[in-house]
């Protein structure tokens, strides 16, 4: 079975930089595009930005120029670095598939960006 746990989040103050990971066990990862999502109290969940197989990224207008996602086929994980954080940041944030999307998502793992 697929399994999708994500970690790293936590409070930080804006302007801080937060690095989230997730470890994907059980697919064959390396042949899938990957990517971050997040999901604000009252709002869609939205995704934050995705890495091909090949590694070329893309990323969601709010977050240009700020984060940063990559992926180690090696140890099966792709890292979310994000910097420069600001409030509207603050969601709960999941890794999954990009384009075709595993049904069972992880337990995301809390930012929350305040002072």
């Known amino acids: 079975q697929v399994q999708l746990v994500e970690s790293g989040g936590g409070l930080v103050q804006p302007g801080g930089s937060l690095r989230l990971s997730c470890l994907v066990s059980?697919?064959?990862?390396?042949?899938?595009?990957m990517g971050w999502y997040r999901q604000a109290p009252g709002k869609q969940r939205e995704l934050v930005a995705h890495i091909t197989s090949g590694g070329t990224t893309n990323y969601a207008d709010s977050v240009k120029g700020r984060f940063a996602i990559s992926r180690d086929n090696r140890k099966r994980t792709v890292t979310l670095q994000m910097n420069s954080l600001k409030p509207e940041d603050t969601a709960v944030y999941y890794c999954?598939?990009?384009?075709?999307?595993?049904?069972?998502w992880g337990q995301g793992t809390q930012v929350t960006v305040s002072s």
């Open positions: 059980g697919s064959i990862f390396s042949l899938y595009a």
């Open positions: 999954n598939r990009f384009g075709s999307t595993l049904s069972s």
